[in-house]
């Protein structure tokens, strides 16, 4: 097994080509090392419909790398370092909201929230001891469908959380996680942000049929979410149906910091059934987000530290739950098979849940996503991605927007 010294450490992670880093005295510290990467070059397009900005027009790249190796020869130990840059080739028609405002002479640029921005990503300590793991560190946390608890991966500075947790397989079909988040960064070019927040999840299998989970999700002065969701598969002759039915409530919060205390009285639910026909796809989702008359006490249901551009149309009108609440029905339509990729059609219809100025009309939206592997070409693939959003009557939520995304993506790694 090859060795070098700590000096060269930098150079094994980019070349990926050697198996071990030790000290100079011959201490095994890392090895059997393995590099994961991408790069994820996209052009972005944004028409918010305001007459006081440009129309935006983002190029950027995201690069990954992280490397993960065995601590110390300890069985079960290993530690992982990784970074994450994103770049926009001088290119400023667009506003990152890093703090600098760009024009296109007369008027500054809508938004695109992809800053030219480098930071760690993964920097963790993990040992596994049979079927429990202990992780000390930053790295990425996506718990479920990433509703509440997601590192935003569509964003090309992806979120990062500072953790400590302690998960546990010992019992069959039961997943049980324990967190300490004391800070998160990316999104957006800001300094790390600290918190003190605690996670709570466990998930158990009743049959492929039935999955329970349930969770209480702590965040810092904000708001305690707990709820519980069910979730399975069923397969009928040709047809695969996939379903999930969830419940949640937010309440005052239970953990602090810097001396604020967060209020909430909210409610959520989720109903969804989607179907697989052949590689014909097709599906209905009804999604509720309380909200506020302004006088009855109660607050808007909020998705503070979720993945929230998967949620409520693409075209990110919904990425904080307006005062009022949010009601969003919606259906899907594609088609997915070897060879010739993913192509999905989602219109969503959007209202309060509490009227707001006699108007509960928030707009609709058309979306439409097409991705494929790039042929010849191993762990490449490419996608083409549009959402319209059509303003409905509620105030802040009247102006037409449209979005346009065409990017590639290539992962790569080594053992």
């Known amino acids: 097994m090859k060795k070098i010294t700590m000096s060269a450490v930098a150079l094994t992670a980019i070349m990926g ?4 880093v030790s000290a100079a005295d011959g201490v095994n510290i890392l090895n059997d090392l393995k590099v994961q990467g991408e790069i994820r ?3 972005e397009m944004v028409d918010d419909g305001n007459s006081a900005t440009a129309d935006a027009n983002a190029i950027t790249a995201r690069t990954k790398l992280n490397v993960t190796g065995k601590l110390f020869d300890v069985d079960g130990l290993t530690a992982s370092v990784g970074i994450i840059s994103v770049n926009n080739f001088g290119s400023h028609d667009y506003n990152a909201k890093d703090g600098n405002t760009y024009t296109d002479g007369t008027k500054p640029y809508a938004v695109v929230v992809d800053p030219q921005y480098a930071m760690i990503s993964n920097a963790a300590i993990n040992y596994k001891m049979d079927k429990t793991t202990l992780h000390a560190g930053r790295g990425q946390v996506n718990l479920d469908n990433q509703r509440f608890i997601g590192t935003v991966g569509w964003r090309q500075l992806e979120r990062s959380y500072d953790s400590v947790f302690v998960a546990n397989n010992s019992v069959k079909n039961l ?19 600290d918190t003190n927040t605690v996670l709570l999840h466990a998930s158990y299998k009743v049959m492929p049929e039935l999955t329970v989970t349930a969770y209480d999700y702590m965040i810092a002065s904000a708001h305690d979410t707990y709820g519980i969701a069910l979730t399975g598969k069923v397969k009928l002759d ?30 959520y639910y989720n109903l969804d059934l989607g179907a697989n026909i052949s590689g014909i796809l097709a599906g209905v989702n009804y999604e509720f987000l309380s909200g506020t008359n302004g006088t009855d006490g109660k607050t808007a249901f909020a998705c503070t530290l979720g993945t929230n551009h998967k949620f409520n149309g693409w075209a990110d009108k919904f990425l904080k739950t307006p005062s009022g609440g949010l009601i969003d029905a919606n259906v899907r339509l594609g088609y997915k098979a070897k060879g010739f990729g993913k192509l999905l059609a989602v219109y969503h219809d959007f209202t309060t849940d509490q009227d707001m100025g006699g108007e509960d009309d928030l707009g609709s939206e058309l979306d439409f996503l097409y991705t494929n592997k790039i042929p010849n070409v191993k762990n490449l693939s490419g996608l083409v991605k549009y959402a319209s959003f059509s303003g409905g009557e509620v105030a802040g939520y009247t ?7 065409v990017g590639l993506d290539y992962k790569f790694s080594t053992k």
Do not use: C
């Not at 080509?17 to 071990?20: A, E, N």
């Not at 967190?179 to 942000?193: E, I």
């Not at 999930?244 to 409610?267: C, K, L, P, V």
């Open 238 to 267: 040709s047809v695969k149906l996939n379903y999930r039915a969830e419940y949640a409530m937010q309440s005052d919060a239970t953990m602090e910091i810097h001396d604020a205390e967060g209020n909430a009285d909210a409610d």
């Open 17 to 20: 080509s050697f198996s071990s």
């Open 175 to 193: 997943s049980l996680l324990a967190a300490w988040v004391y800070g998160f960064q990316g999104v957006t070019a800001n300094p790390t942000t």
């Open 399 to 405: 102006n037409d927007v449209s979005k346009l995304w």
């Open 41 to 43: 070059p996209r052009y």
